[in-house]
């Protein structure tokens, strides 16, 4: 077994650990035996020298990402053992071989105790995207390891890190296939087809997590006038389209996303009349729709990605949802959403709240949403569950 450099908490720091929380954060760090550089494997110990766990270390506030509890040889083995457990739990929720589903997610960080990394399948292409140099140092391993578990199912690996590794790294990572080349990028949710564009566009190319809401929007969209707000790519527009929605319009501020979110229409609907498609700001769109929409789907990107952009994310959350309970017909529909993991299932649901009431409008929560069973959250890790959605009645 290899020797690790040792990573000593500070008296009673060890209670975290032993909840299983996979982050060590540098205020709960005594001292570090050894010269550490980032990414590198380290060993954590209590206090009074107890072995705990097994992570990579990391400058910043989250200084370990914890990837074992047990003390054990870190090799290939390993790794394609990690691998190999999420895959079974994808097999599990019925996505491998799926005939209508060939896209999702098969290692989502901390909920697959693999903090720090994400691997999306894109009907036979994985896209690798790692937010920690210690996973972005594993990835020909996690390359290789993926060819065998997926066999001939798996004809690239595709590595999507240039701008996910942390900055203060001196690592400059480049946008690189790992394994094959780039194939087919039309993949098919629930019989519904996209493309796919995970060299260029947002994320690993698709919003893999909204696809349960997706479905939930076709049951809701029959006869109705939908407008999907922040719409990227058209996912929820397609759905609406196949629950026979009235009309259907889409609105995101990137040219490129509208015209891909065209070419996803076309693709599914022979007759593309129902859908028009408008490349301008979310908010300037919202000002002036008053009685046009019975059902409106409000998805924007993160408002928030940490901490000290909280409070601008809750009035951006509050103007926004504010100006479609102005808007929205009377009995409409209302899908909204935060990606945001600083913003709390609290935070979101008081600034979504607070727009009702400066509305005047009586709202009802028809349901409340979340990421599905292929983006898992660790249930000693509650900051997994990033996604919050609901779904509101407006009289």
Excluded at 14 to 39: C, M, T
Excluded at 83 to 97: S, T, V
Excluded at 234 to 243: D, E, Q
């Amino acid at each position: 077994m290899d020797n690790y450099s040792k990573v000593i908490l500070k008296s009673g720091k060890e209670q975290s650990i032993n909840r299983y929380h996979p982050w060590i954060f540098s205020g709960a760090i005594k001292l570090i035996n050894g010269d550490v550089k980032e990414g590198d494997i380290v060993e954590v110990y209590s206090n009074h020298n107890e072995f705990l766990a097994l992570g990579h270390y990391q400058i910043g506030t989250i200084t370990v990402r914890i990837f074992s509890f047990e003390k054990t040889e870190i090799n290939f083995e390993f790794w394609e053992k990690k691998l190999l457990k999420a895959y079974n739990l994808r097999k599990e929720i019925g996505l491998i071989d799926n005939k209508n589903t060939n896209v999702f997610r098969l290692v989502h960080g901390e909920g697959d105790d693999m903090p720090g990394a994400i691997i999306d399948f894109y009907n036979g292409t994985a896209v690798t995207q790692f937010h920690s140099i210690g996973m972005y140092l594993e990835r020909q391993t996690f390359a290789k390891a993926l060819k065998n578990i997926f066999g001939d199912k798996l004809n690239a690996v595709y590595d999507k890190s240039e701008s996910t590794i942390p900055f203060k790294s001196e690592i400059n990572p480049t946008n690189e296939y790992l394994l094959g080349e780039n194939k087919a990028n039309i993949v098919s949710e629930y019989g519904n087809k996209f493309k796919v564009d995970w060299e260029e566009g947002q994320k690993t190319g698709f919003f893999i997590d909204q696809r349960e809401n997706r479905k939930l929007i076709e049951y809701y969209s029959k006869d109705k006038s939908v407008l999907n707000v922040f719409g990227y790519t058209g996912g929820f527009s397609i759905y609406a389209m196949k629950g026979n929605a009235k009309l259907v319009h889409s609105v995101d501020s990137s040219k490129k996303a509208i015209e891909l979110t065209d070419e996803n229409i076309a693709l599914n609907f022979d007759d593309t009349s129902r859908h028009k498609s408008f490349a301008v700001d979310a908010f300037d769109f919202l000002k002036d729709i008053k009685n046009k929409y019975d059902l409106i789907i409000l998805d924007p990107p993160a408002f928030a990605k940490h901490n000290k952009a909280l409070n601008n994310a809750l009035k951006g959350y509050k103007k926004i949802n504010t100006r479609a309970f102005e808007q929205i017909r009377s009995g409409g529909i209302l899908f909204t959403f935060s990606c945001s993991q600083a913003v709390s299932k609290k935070n979101f649901r008081e600034a979504v709240f607070s727009a009702a009431a400066i509305s005047g409008r009586k709202v009802k929560i028809l349901h409340q949403l979340t990421q599905p069973s292929d983006h898992p959250v660790n249930i000693y890790h509650p900051e997994g569950e990033y996604l919050k959605g609901l779904v509101l009645y407006v009289e």
